[in-house]
């Protein structure tokens, strides 16, 4: 077994990266101002993705109308995260996060569970959402902000 030191970093992935980082294949330009040191540390971890990420982006298929080739080719790509399930501990940093949104903090809620997670496991969250510094700025959330093409 390899010690711990060995171990890879596990980074959870929001939504907008793995989408993002899809599109990079065919547009190299949307991934062309994220900083080397962080592209580097993602390609040294494992990415893992909750749940909620994976409801958003089968969702976002569906509303799109996608076939089911195309539909089939993501779940292909989406197999090589590492899926995190939902259990009582991202239920209890939900209601946490849910009541901190009622005192002002409006986020959204799929967000708020994804950020959950990563509470939770107390994992990294890469993401090219900005609303999650102010999530990190009251929580002990490692927030990995990568700029999208049209920031």
């Known amino acids: 077994m390899n010690p711990a030191s060995e171990l890879p970093e596990v980074i959870l992935c929001d939504t907008t990266f793995v989408s993002i980082q899809e599109r990079a ?8 101002r994220w900083p080397a040191e962080v592209v580097g540390r993602l390609d040294g971890a494992l990415l893992a993705i909750s749940v909620f990420v994976l409801a958003e982006l089968r ?3 569906a509303y799109a109308g996608w076939g089911q080739r195309r539909a089939d080719a993501q779940e292909a790509r989406l197999a090589a995260y590492v899926r995190v399930p939902r259990d009582d501990a991202v239920l209890d940093e939900y209601a946490a996060l849910h009541a901190w949104s009622l005192k002002g903090h409006r986020m959204p809620h799929n967000d708020m569970w994804i950020a959950a997670t ?5 994992l990294p969250l890469v993401s090219c959402d900005r609303h999650f510094d102010v999530i990190a700025a009251d ?3 490692d927030h ?5 093409s049209s920031s």
């Open 25 to 32: 294949s065919r547009d190299p330009g949307s991934v062309a």
């Open 59 to 61: 969702a976002g298929r």
């Open 118 to 122: 990563a509470l939770a496991r107390r």
């Open 139 to 141: 929580h002990p959330l």
């Open 144 to 148: 990995i902000y990568l700029p999208c």
